[in-house]
């Protein structure tokens, strides 16, 4: 049939274009192993421009204090999400430095990294098979008593035996058979499988059911505690909440502060937080209509 060929060939274009791309990590041969605990970030002067020239970040320096939990926000574009994904060492800045607990990040064991640093997207990003497979897949040799453990954490038992088959239950190709709050459910146990120093959560904006939505709210609550949480913030409520706010524009920058003093400040934090109150009342009156 015509339109699976189409099909057919949109996703070969993507595999090559993949397959094209060059690998901008190279792992050290004598990695440096993270101390455990929450660990300080510090960027200084990172820079960084997509294989297209175009410049994401243009010398980004910030601080992060051990056990903070912090926000990034900003406009679409202006260079947060590239940020984290720095962070995780998707690809390393073209200059300046990333510090986890005083190491350079390029410095870092690959293993290290990797138990110490948790990226939770916003789709989750699941996997075709069951629960428990795609809570486990967050540490190599995890047993169904840890996914068990992990999900206790998070007070999130009540919710796996409302399920058809409890951990035995099908998430579908890309989680399709949950739903979007529950897809970001299991990428949170994921993440609390293995325990991380830093959990950096990228925040979804989807639509969420109120019930689900409660049970989100508490655990992320509980995964952030005694962790260093850095949340590229969609929300309003996030951004406030947070023991410091980074302030993205154009791969810089350009206000740090708590919510209350950046609001006072009357520069591009208070312009977002006006913008989002707006969409916080639009979104309410749309709510009471439908109701």
Known sequence: NFDQTQTAIAGWRKILAVMDIRSEVVEPVDGVTLPAGPLAIEAQGVRYSYADGKQALRGVDLVVEAGA?????????????????????????????????????????????????????????????????????????????DVEDALEALELSDWVRSLPRGLDTQVGQRGQ?????EAQLVALARAQIAEPAILILDEAT????????????????????????????????????????????EGRVVETGAHDALVAQEGTYAALYRSWLGNTRADAIAGDARR
Request: glycine share 12%.
């Open 69 to 145: 939990h912090v926000a990034i926000v900003g406009e679409t574009g202006c260079g947060k999400t590239t940020f984290a994904k720095l962070l995780t060492r998707l690809a390393d800045p073209d200059g300046g430095v990333i510090l986890l607990g005083g190491v350079d990040l390029r410095r870092v064991a690959p293993e290290s990294r990797r138990s110490a640093v948790r990226m939770v997207p916003q789709d989750g990003l699941l996997f075709e098979g069951t629960l428990a497979d795609n809570v486990a897949y967050g540490r190599s040799g995890a047993t169904r008593r």
């Open 177 to 181: 058979a949950l739903s979007v709050g």
């Open 206 to 249: 989807s639509a969420v059911d109120p019930a689900t939505e409660k049970v989100l709210a508490g655990a992320l609550e509980r995964i952030s505690a005694g962790r260093t949480t850095v949340t590229i913030a969609h929300r309003l409520s996030t951004a406030e909440a947070a023991d410091l706010v980074f302030v993205f524009d």
